[in-house]
């Protein structure tokens, strides 16, 4: 299968600092990414699909301004978590679309002290 | 409203036995339905996929079985391995480029040795 890389896999931050996330898609152009956001021992919850050269679209509750995401190229999409909060810990994961596939990035760990 | 129900939430399964999971959605537009196996701290990974057109798909020990008019399909996992323990996750999606896929709630699998 396809290869999505993540990085970094794990970052540790103060409150109110921002943390940059990257998703690539290795061997493949993916015009959409998706980024979700998943609880411990709970499922994939949907946060926002990107479309490269244009604006994200945010699922329900989800705050644009504090998940901030840019889909540059066709191979790189970025989340920047704005002003984290300890509630913003979660472990975050990218997906790219290739054809009818979807593969997914091995996951960032983000905790917010 | 939850529109891809999986069951059962969690599974024990003695090894070399068969385990079962199972998923229900509403959308009649959903034309791909993929299973992920989760380890944890880990993406998601790609195990095995199928469209409707097809009632049964089987990739080694792993077979995915399909019913359009119940809307139902399920994950078979044959002569199951201790190393197969962890979080199956089913998913639908439609047809159109750049939407998402929409997972069940995941089901952890342990096989005992």
């Known amino acids: 299968g396809a290869v999505v890389s993540q990085h970094p896999s794990r970052v540790i931050c103060k409150s109110g600092t921002s943390v940059k996330i990257e998703c690539r898609s290795l061997?493949?152009?993916?015009?959409?990414m998706f980024w979700y956001r998943q609880f411990p021992k709970q499922s994939l919850m949907l946060m926002a699909t990107s479309n490269e050269g244009s604006k994200a679209t945010y699922e329900q509750g989800v705050e644009k301004d504090k998940f901030l995401i840019n889909h540059a190229s066709l191979t790189l999409s970025t989340l920047t978590v704005t002003s984290a909060h300890p509630e913003d810990s979660s472990f975050y994961i990218c997906s790219a679309r290739g054809g009818h596939e979807q593969f997914f990035g091995p996951g960032t760990r983000l905790t917010v002290l | 409203q939850q529109q891809v129900k999986q069951s059962p939430q969690s599974l024990i399964v003695q090894k070399g036995g068969i385990s079962i999971i199972n998923c229900a959605y509403e959308n009649t537009a959903f034309d791909y339905f993929p299973w992920y196996q989760q380890f944890p701290g880990k993406g998601p990974a790609l195990l095995i996929a199928i469209r409707p057109d097809v009632s049964e798909k089987k990739e080694g020990r792993f077979t995915i079985s399909f019913n359009k008019s119940a809307k139902q399909f399920s994950l078979h996992i044959m002569d199951s391995q201790p190393g197969d323990s962890a979080t199956y996750f089913c998913?639908?999606?439609?047809?159109?480029?750049?939407?998402?896929?929409?997972f069940g709630k995941g089901t952890t699998l342990s096989v005992s040795s």
């Open positions: 998913a639908a999606s439609k047809k159109q480029a750049g939407t998402a896929l929409i």
């Open positions: 061997d493949f152009q993916a015009t959409t």
